[in-house]
Each structure stands twice: as structure tokens, then as C-alpha cells.
């Protein structure tokens, strides 16, 4: 915790006005484009109950998109980024009805983070387990600490990890995929890299600050780049590669491209290329023609 | 074998009732929940030829589901898992009416594996080729020794693995399948891991009993969830597998977990949770409403 | 240079017949079923622009694909495969239209490699950046040295590298891709086959040559199969690749193995593989019935 704390101890912290303060946003002074949307219940191990979902949407949609360019979603502690839903919510009591509200209120927070314009980075420093692995998953990248682990344990409890698997299988094989499903069984970070499910492993053996470091370096490579080119980037992606017929995920591919050059910015950044100097954006949408 | 045989020395065994024996059925005495299905035709390098495909249909036809909570696919010698196709049966005189029968046949026994409801095990000692290796990737997990081997190399001879590289295909990148196809090239079972390919490699230089053994730990974290949520995790998997639409995927992925806490095992295993004990499963498919 | 001019001293060269010689097609008397198409201006760093392109797609409707086995496609320089799209004909002058026609050819550059019967491989030794990966990715195999380096950069000057996303989304998990698309920083080659984005890495510390002998070595394996059924292969491949559903894949690939057995070639590999023979194939697509 004091890491993260001390690294972060001029920020300017305001709270999503609830009364419960599940959810911590931090607005990075150094790095004004970057939005940290911290989930803060250590003692109920950030278990994504209904009311952390709904905070967690509300946080989002309430991002100043204007000025946003990376959002990480992250953790207040060390230990556990998240444990996944909250299990006193799926008791039979509860009524059924009330289950299928919160699996679909999950499933829309995780296609909000996908459907964000700025790109959406998961700083995972403990454990993200069953819809935890989700929502890191969720995000475009997973910047795990070497002290991460990933897991869908739900089985062991009765309650198969049908959506993170979802999540999973988008990342890595069926042969990974389903060991983790069916037996429960953690993976550390260096395998989840080696498997694809995450993008970067960072040590972090002799400062807990260095997870949020790298974090903060990769936001600021993001952040360098034109706003509405990479929004234009990140949507394309997720288009095509719905699309398993190769011919139609280019021609979706070969459109974003060429509305990719009629930015304004993209004209300025081919002209900073040109003469060899650093490209300066408007980080506008405006085009060309 | 001697160390599969002593291992296993003490298990009830019987065979599938045909003269030929080329399939071996052992129900583990220690582990009840686990059926194991031994290709035992050592001769013939396990070839899949049309005798083999029909009687392991037969074997898993056979299973009893009441009781069987892991399949194990496996071999009875170490050398070899299987070298594939019998390739005897695929020369012309034979008439090519048979040949789409053997790969109809074949196809059903991959589909047969995919569309049980418990988890199956390829437990993979030495060499699995061609639809060997099909056979293998068509059951939920591969566990493999760090003596067994992988390939596709029938172009070699002149056929294609077009089959095998539906399997390989769906677990590995174009990049390293076509390598594997187009030169028919074995892969070790590291490299194996690395891609994807297998769930996890047992190092036996010292017993050739660790493959079993770790399978046999596998099968016993499976064996002790509740059967019929595994059931219907393993199904929605696949289901949402075949979706490249994310959001088509996550509506089948929440309707099962609704589904899944109708389960009476679901909320045994939640009540268990909460008061920190050890769930005592029914394993029976009965619904709270 | 000198190592991979050395080692092809004795080449037949000719060129395709433009003045501008961008494109260098060496015919190896050695292997004479192996084409190599190298780009040839290293200058410009082997840009795509539109000649380039144009000149890459004339190279290979020369193929004679009576005798073509194999086709590489490489570089005539060590520190470049490709560094991509030429980006001075993206400015907004050159007009939008010629943008769009820019990708349009592009695009059927790459679906021309992946349709050609042949195989293809991509020998890539140093950089393959945007549009120059994409290429390296539209053939089979890549073979990479470990100098060669992989990235997707436009997104720093303004221009996201979808269409490359497409071909590199198809090899590795969205949390590799998005990190490689979002931050425009390159991975090396060993990261590369980590992730399944290249097919093999060749150690080349000692001698440049060993890059080119490796390939050498891959096709040559390619090229002593059966050129009609490695086609047959290739094709059901990509044809099944795109069909989501397990069931419809299988119908492809069985329909595709038992046209395969039909071929003339296909059964003298079977009566070869039965007397322990090698096989000598016709190379004809000559069916029995």
C-alpha cells in the first residue's frame, strides 16, 4: 500500500459522490491525460458486488473524455486487485432475477471499458480472480506485477467461471483455457505472459512502486500519440477481429486507414515525419476534407 | 509400461467386448470418478484405422456418466500415444466411399470427446502424429510428458493433415501450424506448452510414473467439484468458442451462470463458502426452482 | 550484405521489367523449385509504396507455378525487411482516392500470397515495421533471424497501423497486439516466436548466412513433398481457419482429405510408405478417378 500511496501522494483524489467510496479516482497531476479508476474495498477484497459495478460504470462515465487519454483500472491495495463477484450476491435468497442483473450489468461494464475511445490499461498487482480476471481482461492491456496471479476458481464453489472464460479463451488457447476452468488453479504472471494473458510482466522484487511506474511510462507513450487517431485505431481492432473472414476484417480495416489520413492531426504527424521533428497534435477529430 | 502397469496394478480392468481388445478400459479402484480408455495396440503404433475409431465410440458410449467425472484418453505402451490414420485403409482399392466413412467416423469420435459432459484428459507419453495429435487436442486438456512428441506429417507421405490442422488451428498460431504442416516437423512437448498446444508437460526422466500420477492429481481436483456444473461450464465454453462476436458470446456465458446458481450443488457450494468449510456436493442436477 | 551475396553468388538473377528495379527475383540453381522474390531499395528502407507494391505483385504473377515449390520473400539488405507504407504517398495532396487505391492493392497483395498453391515464406533479418510486417505475416511461415525486430508503429506519426492489427491479431492474443498497436514499440524476435507471431528464430551471431540456409533448409523439406497435395493442404487450411464452428471446419477438412486421397501422387505416397520407401512424386494433380 505505501508504495502506491507515497508514489502517488500529490495527486488530486476525488471520490465518485456515493456514500460507500468503493471507488477511488485519481487524477494524475504529473500526467493530466491519465484517469486511474482505483476499486478501494481491501476488506471485502474488491469483490465486484452490484454496487462496485454500478460505481465502477458510473466512475467511467464520468471521465472527462475530453481530456482523457489512458484510464487504468487498478486496485488501492497490493494484495488483490480483485477476488471477482460478490458470492452473497448469487445466493437462491436473492431471487434469480437479481443474478441476471448483475451478470448483465458486469457484462456491461466490461463492453464499456472495450467501447471506451482511450485505450484502457489493467494494473494488476495481487490477485485477479473469476470476474476480477474479467474486468483486467476487459481492459486492452494487463500490466501484471511478477507478484500477480490470475485464476477462475469459481468451479471449487459451484459456480463455473462461464464469463471470465469468455475473457479467457479470447486470449489464450482452449488447452490453458479450460486446466484454469476446470480445475480452479492459479497461474503466476510469468506463465499468464507466456500465454498471452497479459502484456507485460514487471519485477517488482524490490519496490512495489515499479509496477506503477511502468504503468505510468506505457500511459505516457499512449498519451504522446494522437487522441482521436488511436480512438480510431482501437475501434478498428475490436471490429475486425470479430470478423473471421480475413477479406472482410482488411476491407473494414483498409476504410479505417484511409479516414485514418483525412485527420488533420495524421496530415501534421506525416509532415513531422517528413522533416524529421517531433510531431505537435491538436488532438482533435477535425479532417481534411 | 512397467511403470504405468505397476502403477495401475491393482485396478479392476475390462475390455470392450470385441475379439480384437484394441481398446482397453481401466475403472481406478482408487479414483472411481475416473474412467481411463487405453488404445492397446502397440503393434500398430495405436493406428486409428477404422477397428480403432469404432471401438473408442464404443468405449465412451459405454462410460457411465452417473459415476464418470473425468475421461482419460491414454495409451498402454509409452512410445506412443498414436501415429494416427491407418494408412493401409486409405489406398484407393479400398474404394473412396471408405475413406468418408473413416473420416465421418473420426470426426464423430473428435466431436463425441468435445460434446461429453465430463472434462476429458489426452494423457500423452511419447509420440502422438496426425490424428493421433487430432485426438488428442479434441479432449479438453492435453498433459503430456516431456518425452512426448507432436506432429502433422502426413504430407510427407502424401496426405495432408488436413483434419489435424482443424485442432492444431484452433489452439496455435498460423505462424507455428503451417510450419508444423507443411514439413511435417515434430515439436517437443516444451515447445508444445510454449504455443499452446498442450495444457502442461510432466517431467519423467526419473519414473515414467509422473505423467499418471499428475494426470491422476489433475482428474482429482476436477473429480471433486460438482459434476453437473462442470457439465455445464465445459458446454458453454464451447459455445461461446465458436462466437467471434463478443457480445453473442457473454449473452450465452450469462445465461449459463444464471443457469448455473439455479443448481441446489451452486448453493451447497455458497453456503460452504461463506461459512468457510469444504462444500459436500449431491453431484445431482437438481434445481432450486 | 556480403554474407547473403556470398551464399547466392551463383545465382541466375533476372529482374522484373521495370526501370526502377525494386524488386530483385533470384531463381536458386540449386533449389530450382524455390522462387525468391527479395525487395531491392534499400535506400527508401524497401517502402510499400505503390511501386513497390505494383512491382511485388508482377513478381508473383511471373511465378512460374509449373515448377514454383516454395516462394520467399525477402529482402536484399540484412538491416530492413520492410519499414512499411511510404508515407509520402499518404499526405493529403496525393488525394484520397489514391489513398484508398493504395490499400486496396496492398490488400490484394496479401491475399494474393495466402492464395497462391505454394507455400510462403518470409526470411525476415532486421526491421519488419507496419505494413512491412503485415507482408512478412501474409506469407506461411515466417523465419526470422534474431536481429529482426517486429513493430507497428504508424500510431506514432499519426497513422494507426490497422490493417497490419488484422494480420497480427490473427497470430497472437489482443493483450500483445494492442501494446504493439497502442505504443508503436517494437518486440524482438524472440519475443516474437514467444508469442506465435514468427514460425522459428535463427541465431545468426556468427554468420549472416545462417538465416538464408535455414530457410533454405524449410523450403527444401517443403519442396520434396508433393507440390498438388502441399496446394490441397494450404488452401482447406485458410478455408477452414475461417469458420468459427467446429463442425463446419471439420466438413471442410474432411471433404478436402478425401479428395487428397484421390490424387495419383497420394497413393504412391501410401505404396512408398508401405515398402519403406521414398516416395517419387509426379508433381501432377492427376486424380485416379
Redesign the interface.
Known amino acids: 500500500m505505501l508504495g502506491i500511496s507515497n508514489f502517488y501522494l500529490n495527486l488530486s483524489r476525488r471520490f465518485v459522490s456515493t456514500g460507500r467510496n468503493l471507488v477511488k479516482i485519481e487524477q494524475n497531476e504529473e500526467s493530466k491525460f491519465m484517469t486511474r479508476i482505483l476499486m478501494n474495498n481491501e476488506k471485502k477484497r474488491n469483490s465486484l458486488g452490484i454496487d462496485m459495478i454500478r460505481q465502477l460504470q458510473q466512475a467511467i462515465d464520468e471521465i472527462d473524455l475530453e481530456k482523457c487519454r489512458v484510464l487504468v483500472i487498478g486496485s488501492s491495495c497490493l494484495k488483490v486487485f480483485s477476488a471477482g463477484h460478490n458470492?452473497?450476491e448469487?445466493?437462491?435468497d436473492k431471487g434469480?432475477d437479481s443474478?441476471?442483473v448483475i451478470?448483465?450489468e458486469f457484462?456491461k461494464l466490461?463492453?464499456k471499458l472495450?467501447d471506451l475511445p482511450c485505450?484502457t490499461i489493467a494494473e494488476v498487482h495481487g490477485l485477479a480472480a473469476a470476474a476480477g480476471y474479467q474486468l483486467a481482461?476487459s481492459c486492452?492491456?494487463?500490466i501484471a506485477s511478477n507478484k500477480a496471479s490470475f485464476s477462475t476458481p469459481g468451479?471449487?464453489?459451484?459456480?463455473?467461471?462461464?464469463?471470465p472464460?469468455?475473457a479467457l479463451?479470447?486470449?489464450?488457447?482452449?488447452?490453458?483455457?479450460?486446466?484454469m476452468?476446470?480445475?480452479?488453479?492459479a497461474i503466476s504472471a510469468d506463465e499468464a505472459y507466456?500465454?498471452?494473458?497479459?502484456?507485460?510482466v514487471v519485477n517488482v522484487d524490490e519496490s512495489s512502486e515499479n509496477l506503477s511506474k511502468k504503468v505510468k511510462e506505457?500511459a505516457s507513450?499512449?498519451e504522446s500519440?494522437?487522441k482521436h487517431?488511436?480512438a480510431?485505431?482501437?475501434k478498428?481492432?475490436?471490429e475486425?477481429?470479430?470478423?473471421?473472414?480475413?477479406?472482410d476484417?482488411?476491407?473494414i480495416?483498409?476504410n479505417?486507414?484511409?479516414d485514418?489520413?483525412?485527420?488533420e492531426?495524421?496530415?501534421?504527424?506525416?509532415?513531422?515525419?517528413?522533416s524529421k521533428s517531433k510531431?505537435i497534435?491538436n488532438h482533435s477529430d477535425k479532417k481534411?476534407?
Chains 1, 2, 3 share one sequence.
Open positions: 458470492l452473497k448469487l445466493t437462491s434469480f443474478h441476471q451478470f448483465d457484462t466490461c463492453l472495450r485505450p481482461a486492452d492491456l494487463i468451479v471449487k464453489f459451484g459456480v463455473f467461471c462461464s464469463t472464460g469468455v479463451s479470447r486470449n489464450v488457447s482452449p488447452k490453458i483455457s479450460l486446466k476452468l476446470f480445475t480452479g488453479d507466456l500465454h498471452g494473458i497479459v502484456s507485460q506505457i507513450k499512449i500519440n494522437s487517431v488511436v480510431l485505431g482501437k478498428c481492432f475490436y475486425q477481429f470479430e470478423r473471421p473472414n480475413l477479406n476484417a482488411y476491407k480495416a483498409c479505417a486507414m484511409v485514418n489520413l483525412k485527420y492531426d495524421t496530415q501534421l504527424g506525416l509532415k513531422a515525419f517528413a510531431p497534435w481534411i476534407i
